[in-house]
């Protein structure tokens, strides 16, 4: 391993409610029994959940679920006392779910914490939860050992706005070396950019519960899980790791940290080049499928339509999913014989990455690379007014080398 990157990176930060373990799901069952021993009606899904967290603190989310039952309800002493109450409730029984719940580390993250101790690397928990939920996962996570992993344990005493920036700047304090040394590991957008604002350079984890597109940028690196960091291989990203395998995680993680987490693409892309130039190009038509069309008409729209993809989109014309060659391939060793009577609904990917016309085509590219997508939707205000393909990110680049090729070329002649 290159001494270079060792010298420079000195200590991991890992957020524990996200990175480290799925948490938001626990407090979702919490939400859930809260409200029915209340006597409410209460069912949201993850998606729906997470856009919560944009609230803040957990007796934010919890009000804003309460009125939103009880609309049209005075905001009165007694509302307050409601969700304060039910916020108490949710709060002791995320507690000892935390404690009774199976719960299992990202992939790849038990991985990374044995290896990274080997190597020496300092390591850091931060953790929006209370300490003694902090403590709770952490023993249903690695037993009695588990506060032992870690160099320290940041958690917070309360939830809110501007908390993430707290802990990312006790980290700091709690390191006493300069953020440059340090990667983070993160689960969600919030996160991410609270650890980015204190000088931290980020690789973010896809929680579940936070499978919002974030900002395209250079300076991202966004996966969905440690082990999408692995070079190409045919595994359950659930199978644990082999030592080669975790030897080149880290390696992975020096060289991420070394290039300040630009990403993983060496392309040299013009900055002025966006996913409009490409949708003037191409234009904006897209092939859509329905969601309860059967597999074989939709291996029947491909041939037809000489596509790789298919969006499915709603009532509305709101994206709902995607399916492609791929998920057709998959799908015949999963279920052969009974596969042309499947739905497209059955197969297709709900949680779909977006980019919009305005996102730099580098920084698209690169997020299609880490990710391995070879489709992705233009969607503007919900609406889909274009799809993308890698084909099309590579061809507009190679258009672009030529065009200064050629440019050249009629310098160098200008001058003889």
């Not at 060792?6 to 373990?21: C, H, P, S």
Request: hydrophobic share 40%; proline share 3%; charged share 30%.
């Amino acid at each position: 391993m290159d001494n270079h990157w060792q010298m420079t990176l000195q200590a991991i930060i890992i957020r524990a409610d996200g990175a480290l373990a799925e948490t938001e799901d626990v407090r979702r069952r919490a939400f859930a029994q809260t409200f029915s021993e209340a006597g409410f009606e209460w069912s949201c899904d993850r998606e729906g959940f997470a856009l919560t967290a944009k609230l803040g603190s957990g007796e934010a989310r919890m009000a804003h679920y309460v009125r939103s039952i009880l609309r049209g309800k005075p905001e009165t002493q007694d509302l307050s006392f409601l969700i304060h109450a039910m916020h108490r409730r949710a709060s002791k029984l995320f507690g000892e779910m935390l404690s009774t719940t199976a719960i299992e580390p990202r992939p790849g993250i038990r991985d990374l914490i044995i290896t990274a101790r080997g190597d020496g690397l300092r390591l850091i928990l931060v953790s929006l939860l209370d300490p003694k939920d902090t403590e709770r996962l952490l023993t249903r996570l690695f037993g009695d050992r588990g506060r032992t992993l870690f160099d320290s344990v940041l958690s917070g005493d309360k939830e809110g706005k501007g908390e993430c920036e707290r802990l990312y700047t006790e980290a700091r304090s709690a390191l006493g070396i300069d953020p440059k040394h340090s990667l983070v590991i993160e689960g969600g957008s919030r996160g991410t950019l609270a650890a980015k604002a204190a000088g931290y350079s980020v690789i973010t984890t896809r929680s579940a519960f936070c499978r919002e597109s974030p900002a395209f940028s250079e300076d991202s690196v966004c996966v969905d899980d440690l082990t999408s960091l692995l070079a190409a291989r045919d595994r359950n990203p659930h199978d644990p790791l082999t030592p080669e395998d975790r030897a080149d995680l880290l390696a992975m993680l020096y060289r991420l940290h070394a290039s300040k987490c630009e990403g993983l693409t060496g392309l040299d892309w013009s900055d002025q080049m966006k996913v409009s130039d490409i949708l003037k190009t191409k234009g904006s038509a897209v092939k859509t499928i329905e969601a309860n069309a059967t597999m074989r008409a939709l291996a029947h729209s491909f041939r037809k339509e000489s596509v790789g993809a298919m969006l499915v989109l709603d009532s509305k014309g709101c994206l709902e999913g995607i399916i492609s060659e791929r998920d057709l391939a998959r799908g015949i060793d999963e279920f052969g014989m009974d596969l042309p009577q499947m739905r497209v609904a059955n197969l297709m990917t709900r949680s779909v990455v977006t980019c919009a016309p305005d996102d730099r085509v580098a920084a698209v590219a690169n997020v299609m690379t880490q990710r391995r997508i070879r489709h992705l939707p233009v969607v503007v205000e919900g609406k889909v007014v274009g799809l993308i393909s890698i084909g099309d990110v590579l061809k507009h680049r190679l258009d672009e080398v030529q065009l200064e090729a050629s440019v050249l070329r009629d310098v160098a002649r200008s001058r003889r």
